[in-house]
C-alpha cells in the first residue's frame, strides 16, 4: 500500500494554518481539517451531543438543535476542569476520524503522495509521532489578533510557544506576508518531501 506522505500544520491562533491548508490541497495534498472534524463530531455524534447535554445542560445547544460552539466556548475557556473534560471526549474521535481518513486514501488506487491535516494542539497532545512530518505556521502578534475571530487569551496560556514548536517541527513559516509567498513556501515544502 502507497500511503500518503503524512503532514501536520500547527501553530497558534491566527498564524494560518487553514490557509497553509489551503495552500496544500491547491497543490494536489489530500487535506482535512481537525477543527472541521470537531465541527461534524458536535452536530452529527449523537454520543458526543448527548456527553455535552449531560454535562453542561440545554444551555449548549441552539433552538434549531446544533449545538452552540460560542456557548461551549464562554463555559469551557473560563473553566479548565470542564476544557480538559471537553478535550477527553472530543481528541481521541478526532484521532480516530483523521487517522481512518489516511487509511482510506492508502487504499485507493491513485492515493495522493501528500496528505495534510490541520492540527491546532498537535504538540500539545503529544500527536506529532503519527505524522511523517510536521509544519508550524507563526505569524506575529498582532498580525494574529487582526486575523482571528476568537479571543485568544483563555486559550493562549496552555499552548506551548512557538519557539517551541518551531525547534521541534520540520518546516517552519512565518506567515506575515502574502498569501503568494505562503504558497510558495507550501510549494517547495512539497518538493521536499517528494525528493
Known amino acids: ?11 497558534g ?8 491548508l489551503a495552500a496544500f490541497a491547491r497543490h494536489g495534498a489530500a487535506v482535512i481539517s481537525s477543527d472541521d472534524i470537531v465541527h461534524r463530531l458536535l452536530q452529527e455524534d449523537e454520543p458526543v451531543r448527548e456527553a455535552l ?15 452552540d460552539r460560542g456557548a461551549i466556548a464562554e463555559i469551557v475557556f473560563a473553566d479548565r476542569e470542564s476544557l480538559d473534560w471537553l478535550e477527553a471526549l472530543l481528541h481521541p474521535l478526532v484521532v480516530d ?20 491535516t490541520e492540527v491546532p494542539l498537535l504538540y500539545e497532545v503529544g500527536g506529532q509521532d503519527r505524522f511523517d ?5 507563526t505569524a506575529p502578534p498582532e498580525v494574529r489578533g487582526v486575523r ?13 510557544p512557538d519557539s517551541v514548536k518551531v525547534a521541534q517541527a520540520d518546516f517552519a513559516y ?3 506576508g502574502s498569501l503568494e509567498k505562503l504558497d510558495d513556501f507550501v510549494q517547495a515544502v512539497l518538493r521536499e518531501l517528494m525528493r
Request: proline share 5%; charged share 30%.
Open 13 to 20: 491562533i491566527g498564524a494560518g494554518k487553514s490557509e497553509a
Open 148 to 160: 482571528s475571530e476568537v479571543a485568544a487569551e483563555g486559550r493562549e496560556p496552555r499552548l506551548l
Open 174 to 176: 512565518v506567515n506575515d
Open 97 to 116: 476520524e483523521y487517522m481512518g481518513w489516511r487509511e482510506r486514501l492508502a487504499e485507493l488506487d491513485d492515493p495522493p503522495r501528500v496528505s495534510a
Open 133 to 137: 512530518a510536521v509544519v508550524v505556521v
Open 1 to 11: 500500500m502507497a500511503r500518503p506522505i503524512a503532514v501536520a500544520i500547527t501553530g
Open 53 to 67: 447535554r449531560d454535562r453542561f445542560g440545554d444551555a449548549v445547544f441552539a433552538e434549531n438543535g446544533d449545538v
